[in-house]
């Protein structure tokens, strides 16, 4: 049969989500905890790989099974086997037809800038921070610009391995709620590093160092090199994927995270 998992977890601690040559990493993790549940291997698809440092606050997953195990074994048995930084959310049976990537309509991620002048301590890992004021009308004003269907080459990093660079952005919005900044972003899929990219120019321009149309002036030179510096990862979160309905996958992206 095959299962449906979500997946909560804090990225600090692992090389990403891809299993690694060296370094341990969140499918690693996954697996060995459901393997146990199982009592045979399990491998694991993912939704959308996070790099290094990104969290996840509703990654989804699919595997395929022989073993026969409730909701409760699955996802109760499994956060037993699991590092205190990763929680199973929910388990679904779902249809041959499903693909926890190729199934996908969207996915979501949010961006956490804390924007004041002293650096986080409790939130140290957690955000991005920038001491400098930003302007989020400014930012928001070039967000604008990346919405819809666009070749993204100067948004993704540079050794990304995605044969076609187009992606369709279906919303970016960029708000403040006291000292913390939000970007939030959905689109049809993502490039390698395509978010912390978008960040990192909207910051220049929230910063003042840029006006905020050169992120459609970015776009437009499709060179990664003219574009500007990528943001931290602490900051970004992966926050739901939209599948069709028939398959009843929650999408949850309105999770209130700080």
Not at 114 to 135: F, M, S
Not at 151 to 179: M, N, W
Not at 181 to 205: K, S, T
Not at 216 to 240: C, M, N, S, W
Request: glycine content about 6%.
């Amino acid at each position: 049969m095959r299962i449906a998992l979500g997946i909560e977890y804090d990225g600090a601690p692992y090389v990403g989500w891809q299993r690694q040559v060296s370094g341990v990493t969140v499918q690693q993790c996954v697996e060995e905890a459901l393997s146990e549940v199982a009592n045979e291997e399990i491998k694991v698809v993912c939704a959308g790989r996070t790099d290094t440092g990104v969290h996840a606050i509703s990654q989804v997953v699919h595997f395929d099974t022989t073993a026969e195990r409730s909701e409760y074994s699955w996802v109760f048995g499994g956060n037993t086997n699991l590092p205190r930084s990763i929680s199973l959310l929910w388990q679904k049976d779902v249809s041959d037809e499903f693909h926890a990537r190729f199934a996908a309509l969207r996915r979501a991620y949010r961006f956490i800038i804390y924007n004041r002048n002293i650096r986080p301590a409790y939130l140290h890992g957690k955000v991005t921070w920038e001491n400098q004021p930003l302007d989020v009308v400014l930012m928001q004003q070039a967000a604008a610009c990346l919405i819809g269907k666009h070749d993204f080459t100067s948004y993704r990093a540079v050794a990304c391995q995605s044969h076609s660079p187009v992606r369709e952005v279906y919303k970016l919005t960029v708000t403040r709620d006291g000292e913390f900044v939000y970007i939030d972003i959905e689109a049809n899929a993502f490039l390698q590093h395509m978010v912390r990219n978008i960040a990192g120019v909207l910051m220049m321009i929230g910063k003042g160092e840029r006006e905020p149309h050169w992120s459609k002036q970015v776009l437009e030179h499709q060179d990664r090199t003219l574009g500007g510096i990528t943001a931290p990862p602490h900051g970004l979160y992966f926050v739901g994927v939209k599948y069709p309905d028939e398959f009843s996958i929650p999408y949850m992206t309105n999770v209130k995270i700080l």
